[in-house]
């Protein structure tokens, strides 16, 4: 019967490491299986780089440098729509806006400027606090006796 004070690996199985520079008698003293000369025979990055390429110039260095101009900080955007709005009035919330979505699951991160969008139908008057919002989205909200304030 096998258990934990008794179990071991099948014989042939495990096989010591090679144990290099130990001497000539092992058969793997003076280049330790390495050779002489050449690539392999050197310590360092060589083929294990994952950039080397057989001695041809890696892509890195065929590709030119990164050159231009770069907008710095653009602002981020979290873009929701009416018909989003209107599943969650009909669920009750009437007063929404960014922390509210996020509590809902509509978005994934909080702290980026919420703009509407004005893809679908609203029928429920609800108030919206948001960034940014397209003059669809705004007219729609508004004509479902909505309010809309621009944060």
Same mark, same amino acid.
């Given at each position: 019967?096998?258990?934990?004070?008794?179990?071991?690996?099948?014989?042939?199985?495990?096989?010591?490491?090679?144990?290099?520079?130990?001497?000539?008698?092992?058969?793997?003293?003076?280049?330790?299986?390495?050779?002489?000369?050449?690539?392999?025979?050197?310590?360092?990055?060589?083929?294990?780089?994952?950039?080397? !390429?057989?001695?041809?110039?890696?892509?890195?260095?065929?590709?030119?440098?990164?050159?231009?101009?770069?907008?710095?900080?653009?602002?981020?955007?979290?873009?929701?729509?009416?018909?989003?709005?209107? $599943?969650?009035?009909?669920?009750?919330?009437?007063? &929404?806006?960014? &922390?509210?979505?996020?509590?809902?699951?509509?978005?994934?991160? $909080?702290?980026?400027?919420?703009?509407?969008?004005?893809?679908? $139908?609203?029928?429920?008057? &609800?108030?919206?606090?948001?960034?940014?919002?397209?003059? !669809?989205?705004?007219?729609? &909200? !508004?004509?479902?006796?909505? $309010?809309? !304030?621009?944060?």
């Amino acid at each position: 019967m096998f258990n934990q004070s008794n179990l071991s690996a099948h014989p042939g199985s495990k096989k010591a490491p090679k144990r290099v520079g130990r001497g000539n008698a092992s058969g793997s003293g003076t280049y330790c299986g390495r050779g002489v000369k050449g690539q392999g025979s050197r310590t360092g990055l060589g083929k294990f780089n994952p950039a080397f !390429e057989g001695g041809q110039t890696p892509l890195f260095r065929r590709l030119p440098k990164k050159r231009g101009f770069t907008a710095y900080n653009p602002a981020e955007f979290a873009i929701v729509n009416i018909d989003s709005l209107a $599943t969650l009035a009909q669920g009750g919330v009437t007063a &929404i806006d960014a &922390i509210v979505l996020h509590q809902k699951g509509l978005l994934r991160k $909080t702290g980026l400027a919420l703009k509407v969008l004005g893809n679908g $139908t609203i029928d429920i008057a &609800i108030s919206v606090k948001a960034n940014k919002i397209s003059a !669809e989205a705004k007219a729609k &909200i !508004e004509k479902a006796g909505g $309010t809309v !304030e621009l944060v």
